[in-house]
């Protein structure tokens, strides 16, 4: 299991999506766009032994099929000029004049027959087809997919090799998607489609918390995190609030027009509308009330965070925020689909 970032913002501007989470979870893609912190798997979490296994499976069939060469092989598929899709084959077959891209998947007894059953609409086939679209596009070649069938002790008993002719979605699908997410990020807000699927890097976003999931280094990270965005709210609250005062200054009129065509407009808006208590008071001594029985006070959960201190550090880090600072989850406000219906099935 990789720990590369399922999307990679680089220094120069350029956006890159691993090609292993193209086909995810819609929320899952969209935050890591957005810069929201994964959370890694605790490391006696059963997930964890599957990936092990499945690492272990794939390079002993590599190493009794030496043919098979540019073994983890990164590729790159430009989407625009700023987008690319990075990836790392399993291999490459020279087995034909053009040769097969080879996807190597291990499976235990129910996982294969439910492959036998429903091919690449079953378990998380679906979203290696958008994987193994993007290996196969670049490489404009087939695929050979081997399935490999461990028991119980994890031993490997069966193996069954396939083919698949042409790409499940072509590279307009794949940019497509992409322009979709990049889209959605644009608008700075975490609304999307979420499919939970285990294992989901940002598990914490789901409707539902699997406790089970959660330990101290889950805690240790989502506590930066949260600190990480206050701190950053703050800041850009901040600058928000230079950048009006010194418009308002360098803007004789209300209305300007940069040579660039940038419009700058300040306007007049009615504020929220707010109690006269002078008058209401005066109002209520005539009839004999007090404006403290038509006010009521509630209590909401409130949290603090406490970071340990640096070693270059005097002091630890404490905040204090209420209930209404969280992250907007899936659900609240209009949902963003990021994927189209369509694309090539074989």
Same mark, same amino acid.
């Given at each position: 299991?990789?720990?590369?970032?399922?999307?990679?913002?680089?220094?120069?501007?350029?956006?890159?999506?691993?090609?292993?989470?193209?086909?995810?979870?819609?929320?899952?893609?969209?935050?890591?766009?957005?810069?929201?912190?994964?959370?890694?798997?605790?490391?006696?979490?059963?997930?964890? %032994?599957?990936? $092990?296994?499945?690492?272990?499976?794939? @390079? *002993?069939?590599?190493? /009794?099929?030496?043919? =098979?060469?540019? !073994?983890?092989?990164?590729?790159?598929?430009?989407?625009?000029?700023?987008?690319?899709?990075?990836?790392?084959?399993?291999?490459?077959?020279?087995?034909?004049?053009?040769?097969?891209?080879?996807?190597?998947?291990?499976?235990?007894?129910?996982?294969?027959?439910?492959?036998?059953?429903?091919?690449?609409?079953?378990?998380?086939?679906?979203?290696?087809?958008?994987?193994?679209?993007?290996?196969?596009?670049?490489?404009?070649?087939?695929?050979?997919?081997?399935?490999?069938?461990?028991?119980?002790?994890? %031993?490997?008993? $069966?193996?069954?090799?396939?083919?698949? @002719? *042409?790409?499940?979605? /072509?590279?307009?699908? =794949?940019?497509? !998607?992409?322009?979709?997410?990049?889209?959605?990020?644009?608008?700075?807000?975490?609304?999307?489609?979420?499919?939970?699927?285990?294992?989901?890097?940002?598990?914490?976003?789901?409707?539902?918390?699997?406790?089970?999931?959660?330990?101290?280094?889950?805690?240790?990270?989502?506590?930066?995190?949260?600190?990480?965005?206050?701190?950053?709210?703050?800041?850009?609250?901040?600058?928000?609030?230079?950048?009006?005062?010194?418009?308002?200054?360098?803007?004789?009129?209300?209305?300007?027009?940069?040579?660039?065509?940038?419009?700058?407009?300040?306007?007049?808006?009615?504020?929220?509308?707010?109690?006269?208590?002078?008058?209401?008071?005066?109002?209520?001594?005539?009839?004999?009330?007090?404006?403290?029985?038509?006010?009521?006070?509630?209590?909401?959960?409130?949290?603090?965070?406490?970071?340990?201190?640096?070693?270059?550090?005097?002091?630890?880090?404490?905040?204090?925020?209420?209930?209404?600072?969280?992250?907007?989850?899936?659900?609240?406000?209009?949902?963003?689909?990021?994927?189209?219906?369509?694309?090539?099935?074989?």
């Amino acid at each position: 299991m990789s720990d590369a970032p399922s999307v990679w913002l680089r220094d120069d501007g350029r956006v890159e999506y691993r090609a292993s989470a193209l086909g995810g979870c819609d929320m899952a893609l969209l935050a890591a766009r957005l810069g929201y912190e994964p959370v890694p798997l605790k490391a006696d979490a059963p997930m964890m %032994r599957v990936f $092990e296994r499945g690492k272990r499976i794939e @390079d *002993e069939y590599l190493e /009794s099929h030496r043919y =098979i060469c540019e !073994r983890q092989q990164e590729i790159y598929l430009d989407v625009t000029g700023r987008l690319k899709v990075v990836g790392h084959i399993d291999g490459f077959a020279r087995d034909s004049f053009q040769g097969h891209v080879v996807e190597i998947k291990s499976q235990n007894r129910v996982a294969w027959d439910e492959f036998e059953r429903s091919h690449w609409d079953s378990g998380l086939f679906p979203k290696y087809k958008w994987q193994v679209s993007c290996y196969m596009i670049a490489y404009d070649a087939p695929l050979k997919l081997v399935r490999v069938l461990v028991d119980d002790e994890g %031993r490997a008993v $069966e193996e069954h090799v396939s083919y698949v @002719d *042409e790409p499940f979605y /072509s590279l307009a699908d =794949i940019r497509s !998607r992409i322009l979709r997410v990049e889209a959605a990020a644009a608008t700075g807000v975490l609304s999307a489609e979420c499919t939970p699927a285990f294992p989901c890097p940002y598990f914490y976003l789901h409707e539902e918390i699997d406790r089970e999931l959660i330990d101290d280094e889950t805690i240790d990270v989502l506590a930066h995190e949260y600190e990480d965005a206050r701190a950053a709210s703050a800041a850009a609250r901040g600058k928000q609030d230079a950048a009006r005062r010194a418009l308002r200054e360098a803007s004789e009129q209300d209305k300007y027009e940069t040579a660039s065509g940038v419009r700058v407009t300040f306007y007049m808006a009615k504020n929220p509308p707010k109690v006269d208590r002078e008058s209401l008071d005066e109002f209520l001594k005539e009839n004999g009330r007090k404006f403290d029985e038509f006010t009521t006070q509630g209590q909401s959960e409130r949290l603090r965070v406490t970071l340990p201190k640096e070693d270059d550090e005097s002091t630890s880090s404490v905040s204090e925020t209420g209930t209404d600072s969280g992250v907007r989850s899936a659900g609240s406000g209009e949902v963003i689909h990021l994927v189209e219906s369509g694309g090539m099935d074989s």
